[in-house]
């Protein structure tokens, strides 16, 4: 499914999707492509039933980031983003919380196979749902102080219904962790995350709500 998704971005379409596919691909070509750069990042969590794959790189002297993620369920769908952050620290020097302002370009793809728990759908074709949507919203990150090797963080994003096109509806991403430095460039981390949407025809969508694993490569 996550490779017929990736596929389904070469039709053409409305503008905001083709800003969306430049926005996911400009992301996922990051994490692909061989990082010199240094304040780069690629993190990959998972629990039973789903993986989701983060790369990261930000620019201090321009005090930008992006990146681009992406999610599957093997039950519900994929979920693809391509973000971009104003950056800067947002708490003080001796005690720093690096924070992120920005947007985040989603597409959204439910599992042809799902079926919704709604009485309508049973014993029938349960419409195909996908959309694009602007998400705005952030992040945050930063370290216990005189235990540097803790860390925590998380991001909160949100797309309302005038943002979100083709069957997505509404879009909201909440997710907080906690890390461990085992390396100076690898960190692992547990966390806790809520992936929903609302669509056109089957309602609220729960892509995925519950703990994960994962782990950070800093590049």
Excluded at 62 to 68: I, P, W
Excluded at 90 to 100: D, Q, V, W
């Amino acid at each position: 499914m996550l490779i017929d998704s990736l596929q389904k971005f070469v039709n053409p379409g409305h503008r905001l999707r083709h800003l969306a596919k430049l926005g996911v691909l400009a992301g996922l070509a990051f994490m692909v492509a061989p990082v010199k750069a240094q304040n780069a990042s690629v993190s990959l969590d998972l629990n039973d039933d789903a993986v989701r794959i983060t790369g990261q790189q930000i620019r201090p002297a321009r005090q930008v980031s992006f990146g681009g993620s992406v999610f599957n369920h093997q039950d519900r769908g994929t979920v693809l983003t391509g973000d971009f952050h104003i950056i800067g620290n947002a708490a003080t020097k001796a005690r720093p919380i690096t924070a992120g302002l920005g947007g985040r370009l989603v597409y959204t793809d439910v599992d042809e196979d799902f079926v919704p728990a709604d009485p309508i759908f049973i014993g029938g074709d349960v419409p195909k749902q996908k959309g694009y949507g602007l998400a705005v919203g952030g992040f945050f990150n930063g370290q216990i102080p005189n235990y540097d090797r803790f860390g925590y963080g998380g991001h909160l994003y949100f797309s309302p219904d005038v943002l979100a096109f083709g069957d997505l509806k509404e879009y909201a991403d909440v997710w907080l962790y906690g890390s461990y430095s085992v390396l100076r460039n690898g960190d692992v981390y547990v966390g806790v995350r809520s992936l929903k949407a609302d669509f056109k025809a089957i309602g609220d969508f729960n892509f995925d709500t519950g703990l994960h694993v994962g782990f950070t490569l800093k590049f």
